[in-house]
T-cell receptor, first 112, second 114 residues
Framework: DAMVIQNPRYQVTQFGKPVTLSCSQT?????MYWYQQKSSQAPKLLFH???????NEADTPDNFQSRRPNTSFCFLDIRSPGLGDAAMYLC???????????FGPGTRLTVT | AQSVTQLDSHVSVSEGTPVLLRCNYS??????LFWYVQHPNKGLQLLLKYTSAATLVKGINGFEAEFKKSETSFHLTKPSAHMSDAAEYFC????????????FGTGTRLKVLA
């Protein structure tokens, strides 16, 4: 089945230690998104890629970076995680912007 | 500017009784509207979408929603709740005002009582 896959599902990192979260998709969608979701809140868009074009949200901290080496994969890098970065990180894809988004299962990040 | 309001943060129903989750939207243009469900520690699953075709939209797992432009509403319903429906539900608006972004409601937590 075509899908959005996120690895790992659970990630524990130490305060200040860089961490990378991974997302892959078999849908062959052009757009990939990264969202941050804190407990009992709606997801918050961090950035998205339309093909190779990177689009950062104005309020996304510089601590968060992303890479998209090819159509299938997208990575979220947190350079120096703080305690406030503990959250669920959701990857999503869509055929184009303005189309419905399909979400992966998420990675729950814990910062100790 | 677009916005979406989910009128209830928590809804409790008994198993086998109808479900109604309310959503109102604001958009200057013809929006696309979506309902997603999120079970604990899981991603968001698309239940249904409205994209200017039929105003009554049928989704997965017996859910449906009706787009009412005059009331700017997109309420989610299901005739008979199942225990597995217990989850968080998000109403989303997108596509108007030249923006592609998803505007999320604050979510409604549905509890199903045995």
């Amino acid at each position: 089945d075509a899908m959005v896959i996120q690895n790992p599902r659970y990630q524990v990192t130490q305060f200040g230690k860089p961490v990378t979260l991974s997302c892959s998709q078999t849908l062959n969608h052009n757009v990939m998104y990264w969202y941050q979701q804190k407990s009992s809140q709606a997801p918050k868009l961090l950035f998205h890629y339309y093909d190779k074009d990177f689009n950062n949200e104005a309020d996304t901290p510089d601590n968060f970076q992303s890479r998209r080496p090819n159509t299938s994969f997208c990575f979220l890098d947190i350079r120096s995680p703080g305690l406030g970065d503990a959250a669920m990180y959701l990857c999503a894809t869509s055929v184009r912007v303005n189309y419905e988004q399909y979400f992966g299962p998420g990675t729950r990040l814990t910062v100790t | 500017a677009q916005s979406v309001t989910q009128l209830d943060s928590h809804v409790s129903v008994s198993e086998g009784t109808p479900v109604l989750l309310r959503c109102n939207y604001s958009s200057s243009y013809s929006p696309s509207l979506f309902w997603y469900v999120q079970h604990p520690n899981k991603g968001l699953q698309l239940l249904l979408k409205y994209t200017s075709a039929a105003t009554l939209v049928k989704g997965i797992n017996g859910f449906e929603a009706e787009f009412k432009k005059s009331e700017t509403s997109f309420h989610l319903t299901k005739p008979s709740a199942h225990m597995s429906d217990a989850a968080e539900y998000f109403c989303v608006v997108s596509g108007g005002s030249g923006t592609y972004k998803y505007i999320f409601g604050t979510g409604t937590r549905l509890k199903v009582l045995a």
